[in-house]
C-alpha cells in the first residue's frame, strides 16, 4: 500500500507537467516510452509460452501509431493503413527466412502486442491532441482543452482502480471472476464506479459536462477498466506469471498498472469526440 501511494506521489505531479508543457509534445514521447516498455514487458512474457516475436515490428508500429493520434489518426500527408500493410507483408516475409519459423505463433504474439499495447496507448495522445481552450472557475487563464481531458480520464480510471482496491480489499466478500482475478469483488467494483462517477462529475462541470453525462462517463470508464483488467489477467494467466514486470513499486510492471487504462481511454476519446462534440 505504501509503495502505491509514493508511485502515485511521484506519477501524478509528473503527469501534470508532461501533458502541459509545450502543447503536450513531452506528453507524447512520455506515452511513447511508457508504451515501449509495456510492449517489452509484453514481449518478455509470450517468450515464456515459446513464441519468437519480431520486436522490430512492434517498437516501429508503436511510433507509427504515436504519430497518428497526434493527428487524432487523420494525418492529411500521412497513410497509417498503407504504412501498416507494408510492416504486415514484411513481417510475414521475415518470418518466412526464419530458421525456427513459426508464423502463428511468433506472429500472433507480435501484432497482438502492437496492437494491445501501442494502438491502445496512443489513445492518451489523440485524447491530448483534441483542440481548444477552456477557462476553469478560479484560474485565472485558459488551459488546453485535450490536457484537462487526459487528467479527466486518468483521474477517473484511477479514481476506481484506487476505490476498489480499497474497498475490495477490507470489505470484498463476493468474488466476481475467482478462476481469472481472485481479488475482484462486486463490493469492491461498486466502490470503483462510484469513485469514478465522483471525479467524472466533479471535472466535468469545469468544461460543461452534465451531471448525466458525468454519470455515464463514469460508469463507462469504471467498467471498462475492470474488464482491461481482467483482459490483462486472462493474458498473464495464458503465460503463467503474477505480473509482466516491476517498473512501478507496489503495481508491478507498466501493463500491470494501466491495464484499465488502455481499455477506458479509447472509449472515452470516442465519447467525448462523437457523443460531446469535443
Known sequence: MLLRFISGLVGIPLLIILVFTERGFPFVLGVGFISIIGLNEFYRGTRKTGAEPQEWVGLASVMLFMLAARQKFNAPNFSLSGVLTLFVIAALVVELLRPNRSPIKNLGATFLGAVYVGWLFSYLV???????????????????????????????????????????????????????????????????????IAVCIAMGRGIGISLT??????????????????VESSIKRDIGIKD??????????????FDGLLFAAPLFYYFVTLILGF
Not at 453525462?213 to 481482467?230: H, P
Open 213 to 230: 453525462q458525468g454519470l455515464i462517463l463514469g460508469l463507462l470508464i469504471s467498467i471498462a477498466g475492470f474488464i482491461g483488467d481482467l
Open 244 to 257: 509482466f514486470g516491476s517498473a512501478l513499486p507496489g503495481h508491478g510492471g507498466i501493463l500491470d498498472r
Open 126 to 196: 489523440a485524447i491530448r491532441s483534441i483542440s481548444g481552450q477552456i477557462n476553469l472557475s478560479g484560474i485565472p487563464w485558459s488551459i488546453p482543452t485535450g490536457a484537462w481531458l487526459v487528467l479527466f480520464v486518468v483521474f477517473a480510471a484511477w479514481a476506481a482502480d484506487t476505490g476498489a482496491y480499497l474497498v475490495g480489499r477490507t470489505w470484498g466478500r463476493h468474488k466476481i471472476v475467482p478462476v481469472l482475478s481472485p481479488g475482484k469483488s462486486w463490493e469492491g467494483l461498486a466502490a470503483g464506479v462510484v469513485s469514478s
